[in-house]
């Protein structure tokens, strides 16, 4: 009975989900990898965690920057909907 009031997502919705979702595994890669470059003392494992950091960084920009513009065309189209 409920399901009949409840709002259908847009597939927009949908992709700003599936974003967000992505930037949190990201968060979680990105304390994961601090935490084992504070625990290692090998100077290539150290390296390793630097690049690793600098990858995530971007991939955590980028998908910032994707939830952002998808959030803005959804309420674009909101706004055009209520004119």
Known sequence: MTEIFRKKK????TEIENLKKELDNC??????NEVHFNMTG???LIA?????????RCQY?????QIKEKEN?????????GE
Do not use: A, C, P
């Not at 968060?27 to 994961?32: A, I, N, Q, T």
């Open 48 to 56: 390793s965690h630097i690049y690793e950091r600098e990858s995530l």
């Open 61 to 65: 920009n980028y998908l910032i920057r």
């Open 27 to 32: 968060r979680f890669l990105m304390m994961r």
């Open 73 to 81: 065309i959804t309420e674009q189209q909101k706004i055009k909907v």
């Open 42 to 44: 090998d100077e290539n």
């Open 10 to 13: 847009s597939g927009q919705d």
